[in-house]
Each structure stands twice: as C-alpha cells, then as structure tokens.
C-alpha cells in the first residue's frame, strides 16, 4: 500500500496541474443526447478518429516499452507502477528505450480472444489496454478472464491470484469456466475500465471461437465485442468498487499526449453506466457528467 500512496500523491498533483488542459475543448461533444448503441458508437467513432496513433511493440524508440516509462513510472523513484505485483523494478533512466527486466508487455484483456496481432493489429498495441507486468503473475494468468476466485488459489502474490471462481452474490459463472484472475481491490476498477474501454473501441472485432476463454466470457453472437452477462455483473461490480483514481487520471493524459485518444470511463465513469448499467435508455447530457 505504501508504494500506492506514493504513487497517488504524485499524481494528485500531476492531475491538477494537468488534467484541464489536456482533454480538449468539445472532445466528447458527439456523445451529446446519445444513448445507448448511439452512445457507444459515437465514442467508438471518437476513440478511432483519425488523428489517434499506433505504435509499435517492444522495446526501441516509440514503442511500447518507451511510452511505459511516461505511463506507468512512479516518479519519485522511477519505478514500475505494476498491477499484477508487489515486486519493485525500475526503468533504467540511461536507456528509456529497453524493457524492465522482470517484466512483461501484458495485455490486461487477453489479446487471444480477439486473435492477437493478427485479429487486430491496433488494439494488439494499444496503450490504454498494454501495462506493464510482474512477468511471473502475467503467465499465471494467460487467457482467464476476471472473477472473484474462490477455494485454494493456484497463484497468489498478495496483489494478483487466480484459481476457481468463487459464487460472489448472484453470478452466474459457466460450467465449463475452470479458472479466473482477480486482482487486488486497489486495481479492480481499473481493469474494469480497460475492459469496457476495449469493447467500446474495438466493438466490431470478432471474437477469437478457437479459444476456450473468449467463448466463455464473450457473447459470439452479438456481432459486437460485448460481455456474457456473468462477465459484465463483475466488471460492473469492480467498477463500481474502485472509483477512478488520480493514478488512472494521470495514466489517462500522458497516454492522449502519445496516442491521442483517451478512456471516456476514466473520464466519466457514469458513461459504463449509460451503456451497460442502471442508466440505460436514458439520455446523455454532456454538462451533466461527473
């Protein structure tokens, strides 16, 4: 926890000096009176404008590994801001392009379920869904999806676990689902909000039918990228858990100042929800937004 705190007061300040002007002046204007499917392809349309970047992966300049370093550094000691561990690494300060030893390019959605690079070569390195990762807890969760794990877990490092999903309330899980991850409650909401950042932006790429994951966390039916229901109860309930934090705050405009696109959940967590929660069939007012 300690290591957050740091890392939250830094941004605190970072997000006052920053956060007004970074988004530009009517960047969401489109969504205004929007609801519903008009409401998310109106903010897939202004994920996917034309001016938004793509990067390549890897290490080297402007690749991925670069760009971590401004998004996921801890600044009072330039170490990794990890969500898959408690484990301390650090950006070597004389060569911003390498990767940290330790860790690994992750995908906090798992690229499998879309086809990786080849199913889509954009969301295979977009940075609002890429984080750098404990590389230990990275492999141990491969393709699960998220859930509340239940029972013995097979992997636990006090920040990341994953094991048999566990009844949490209501869910619903498949019968076939043998494993999910969960990570820690600091970082729930924040995986939550990649989540429906990637359906949002992503919301015609097919699902990947060949992997077991993909078929039992999203809807192969819908013609969209969207969430079986059991799926969507968790990441409502992360999402509403873990409000948006300044770290994500921060983490939102130095990615905008490289890709030129941004996480309208971040931004506006009511948006989730308009088109997933308790606000669906109702209009958006822009002015309205919190």
Not at 33 to 40: M, S
Request: hydrophobic share 40%; glycine share 6%; with cysteine.
């Amino acid at each position: 926890m300690y290591r957050k705190n740091v890392v939250l007061a830094i941004a605190c300040y970072l997000f006052f000096c920053l956060y007004a002007e970074e988004m530009p002046v009517g960047y969401y204007a489109e969504i205004d009176g929007k609801q519903d499917t008009a409401l998310r392809t109106a903010l897939a349309m202004i994920l996917n404008a034309d001016s938004v970047k793509e990067f390549k992966y890897g290490s080297g300049k402007n690749k991925t590994w670069h760009i971590f370093y401004y998004t996921d550094r801890n600044e009072a000691d330039n170490s990794v801001v990890d969500m898959y561990s408690n484990n301390v690494r650090y950006f070597d300060t004389a060569n911003l392009f390498v990767s940290v030893k330790g860790c690994d390019i992750e995908h906090t959605l798992p690229n499998s379920w879309w086809g990786g690079k080849a199913g889509n070569a954009t969301a295979y390195t977009d940075i609002h869904l890429l984080v750098p990762a404990d590389f230990s807890a990275n492999r141990s969760k491969s393709n699960m999806p998220p859930g509340y794990v239940g029972g013995k877990p097979k992997f636990d490092n006090g920040v990341m676990r994953n094991g048999m999903p566990a009844t949490v309330g209501s869910i619903a899980y498949p019968k076939a689902l043998s494993k999910v991850f969960e990570p820690s409650d600091d970082y729930k909401g924040d995986f939550a909000r990649m989540y429906f950042y990637t359906a949002t932006r992503y919301e015609r790429t097919a699902v990947a039918k060949d992997i077991k994951d993909a078929v039992l966390a999203l809807d192969t039916a819908s013609g969209k990228f969207d969430f079986l229901p059991w799926l969507l109860q968790v990441l409502l309930e992360w999402h509403r858990l873990d409000p948006v934090s300044n770290k994500e705050m921060v983490r939102n405009n130095t990615v905008f100042e490289w890709q030129r696109n941004r996480n309208p959940y971040i931004d506006f967590p009511e948006l989730v929800e308009y088109i997933w929660g308790n606000k669906k069939g109702e209009k958006v007012v822009l002015t309205q937004l919190k």
